[in-house]
T-cell receptor, first 114, second 111 residues
Framework: DTAVSQTPKYLVTQMGNDKSIKCEQN?????MYWYKQDSKKFLKIMFS???????INETVPNRFSPKSPDKAHLNLHINSLELGDSAVYFC?????????????FGPGTRLLVL | DQQVKQNSPSLSVQEGRISILNCDYT??????FLWYKKYPAEGPTFLIS?????DKNEDGRFTVFLNKSAKHLSLHIVPSQPGDSAVYFC??????????FGAGTILRVKS
């Protein structure tokens, strides 16, 4: 009974393709996030959603489009994949968006663009 | 511009001794600080946190200290165990609960 799950765990694809990564949390949390861990191992926030509404949208190319069908799911769709999109993408969730909220992370999706 | 810095890329400690991991931050608006532990091919796992109104928080073998005037926090693990070997990330948040992470410190506990 994984708290935050992501699929797929590994994704290898060609440049120019469109791909989606799915995230689900069964913690009953209201807020979900996407983070990217780049080659230098920094974890950086991309987006956050609270109750299906976009809250945080960092400087991310508009080829990345998050979609939240309900508050337990936050999917990430990436159009026209580029080599630089290769990274590990982590989904996370927290109870609320307020202060002092602990975020819980999924296992990550390792994306390799060839 | 790194707002959260972990200046030691790695740390090696003998089993049973204390591990001290350090973290510095630059943004005075941060008011909540967390430590995450990460094993290879897994997501970060929440370890311990501290609010800016406190200077110490303890949970079993893990203690986090916060020095607001120095914008510095540290994680103490005592006694260290081989299973503690992992990458430790310091993270800070302010308004909007956006976490800003440090680059991580690889801890190796030798038996």
């Amino acid at each position: 009974d994984t708290a935050v799950s992501q699929t797929p765990k590994y994704l290898v694809t060609q440049m120019g393709n469109d791909k989606s990564i799915k995230c689900e949390q069964n913690l009953g949390h209201d807020t979900m996030y996407w983070y990217k861990q780049d080659s230098k191992k920094f974890l950086k926030i991309m987006f956050s959603y609270n109750n299906k509404e976009l809250i945080i949208n960092e400087t991310v190319p508009n080829r990345f489009s998050p979609k939240s069908p309900d508050k337990a799911h936050l999917n990430l769709h990436i159009n026209s994949l580029e080599l630089g999109d290769s990274a590990v993408y982590f989904c996370a969730s927290s109870q609320q968006t307020g202060q002092e909220e602990t975020q819980y992370f999924g296992p990550g999706t390792r994306l390799l663009v060839l | 511009d790194q707002q959260v810095k972990q200046n030691s890329p790695s740390l090696s400690v003998q089993e049973g001794r204390i591990s001290i991991l350090n973290c510095d931050y630059t943004n005075s608006m941060f008011d909540y600080f967390l430590w995450y532990k990460k094993y290879p091919a897994e997501g970060p796992t929440f370890l311990i946190s501290i609010s800016s109104i406190k200077d110490k928080n303890e949970d079993g073998r893990f203690t986090v200290f916060l020095n607001k005037s120095a914008k510095h926090l540290s994680l103490h693990i005592v006694p260290s165990q081989p299973g503690d070997s992992a990458v430790y990330f310091c993270a800070a948040s302010g308004y909007g609960n956006k976490l800003v992470f440090g680059a991580g410190t690889i801890l190796r506990v030798k038996s």
